[in-house]
Structure formats: structure tokens, C-alpha cells
T-cell receptor
């Protein structure tokens, strides 16, 4: 079973600060995905990283896939209250998609 | 709006009740999933259906019974549940292709289930 460990589990910061959250595994993944889940809603896909070393940007969010394809990071620049939510990483085949436990981010105004 | 609708949004049931969760997708996807989300734990994959056929059953207790009458609808029938089954139950769909590993899952808003 491919396990995904996310850190930190909780993160509370002030608006305008930068932050990085991590997703690590001892297994190699052909791709990893990042989802954001807001309270009372299901997860929504943010990005998929496929190539080792790949960097993708989505406005103030920067996603990186490790060279060995065992880990990924999400960096948020100048966080805003609207970034508050649970950030989940996921990977695997369609019939065996595994998720990390997530990082719960709170951005205070 | 993700194109995946789940009902009800909230459900409270006793351990002897029988209830059903419903999921409908309007995205033309061929695969549908049930996930369980408990506090501080990773999402747990419960069942996977592809073109109405169940392809995965991850050791889920028989008190959870899925039904997929067509590619657009998915049900989860609940019977004699335990308090530890209280959780958020999420339905998802995707355009699954065997061998593809960058699946995009589209989730519904979930059913928050409380078993008393």
C-alpha cells in the first residue's frame, strides 16, 4: 500500500505570510495530485504533477514534484483568508487512489 | 458546483435503522467512487465502480452495501451501523481509463452521517 504523509497537520498563519506544506511517501508515484477541501464541501482538484522535478504555478500557489517522484510540496505566497481549508495530496491508479490525511490551513485576517 | 450531487447532506440514524445515500453525476463519467472521511484520518476508498461494474471493495463491512444501476447513479445502502461509522461519506466520479494514473476525481459535497 502506498502511503502519503502530510505535514504539518495544522497550520495557522496571518494574512500576507508565506507557507509551505509537504506530502511525502516511501513509494514512487507516477503522478501526485493536490486537492483543497473547504468546510462542508468535497475536495476540489487544484493540480496534477507528473514529471519528477516539475514545478507548476496556480496564481499564488506553487506546486513541486520531487525529483524521485516520492514527495511533493505546496507553497503559498502572501496567504489570504480565502486560502483557508484542508489541503490533500493524492496519488495512485483510478481504482486505488490514496489520499494523505491533509494539512488544515487557517489564514487569519 | 462540481457536477456531482449527493443527498442527503446530513443524516442521523440509529444503529437499527436502514438508510441509503444517493449520488448522481452529470459529467458523463464512467467511474464512480465512495470514500469515507473521518476526522484526522486520510480519505478511505470504499468502493469503485467502472461502467456499472464493481472493481474494488476495500474490505468494507457488509453493513455497507453499494449499488450502481447505471454510470450516472450510485447508492450506498446502510444497515445496522455502528457509532464508529459516523463520518463524512463522499461520492466522486471520473473518466477512468485502466492504466491511467493521473485521474481527476470530481467530488460531491458529501453526506455527514451520525450513528447514535
Amino acid at each position: 500500500t502506498q502511503l502519503l504523509e502530510q505535514s504539518p497537520q495544522f497550520l495557522s498563519i496571518q494574512e500576507g505570510e508565506n507557507l509551505t506544506v509537504y506530502c511525502n511517501s516511501s513509494s514512487v508515484f507516477s503522478s501526485l495530485q493536490w486537492y483543497r477541501q473547504e468546510p462542508g464541501e468535497g475536495p476540489v482538484l487544484l493540480v496534477t504533477v507528473v514529471t519528477g522535478g516539475e514545478v507548476k504555478k496556480l496564481k499564488r500557489l506553487t506546486f513541486q514534484f520531487g525529483d524521485a517522484r516520492k514527495d511533493s510540496s505546496l507553497h503559498i505566497t502572501a496567504a489570504q483568508p480565502g486560502d483557508t481549508g484542508l489541503y490533500l495530496c493524492a496519488g495512485g491508479a483510478y481504482n486505488d487512489m490514496r489520499f494523505g490525511a491533509g494539512t488544515r490551513l487557517t489564514v487569519k485576517p | 458546483e462540481t457536477g456531482v450531487t449527493q443527498t442527503p447532506r446530513h443524516l442521523v440514524m440509529g444503529m437499527t435503522n436502514k438508510k441509503s445515500l444517493k449520488c448522481e453525476q452529470h459529467l458523463g463519467h464512467n467511474a464512480m467512487y465512495w470514500y469515507k472521511q473521518s476526522a484526522k484520518k486520510p480519505l478511505e476508498l470504499m468502493f469503485v465502480y467502472n461502467f456499472k461494474e464493481q472493481t474494488e471493495n476495500n474490505s468494507v463491512p457488509s453493513r455497507f452495501s453499494p449499488e450502481c444501476p447505471n454510470s450516472s447513479h450510485l447508492f450506498l445502502h446502510l444497515h445496522t451501523l455502528q457509532p464508529e461509522d459516523s463520518a463524512l461519506y463522499l461520492c466522486a466520479s471520473s473518466r477512468a481509463q485502466p492504466g491511467q494514473t493521473n485521474e481527476k476525481l470530481f467530488f460531491g459535497s458529501g453526506t455527514q452521517l451520525s450513528v447514535l
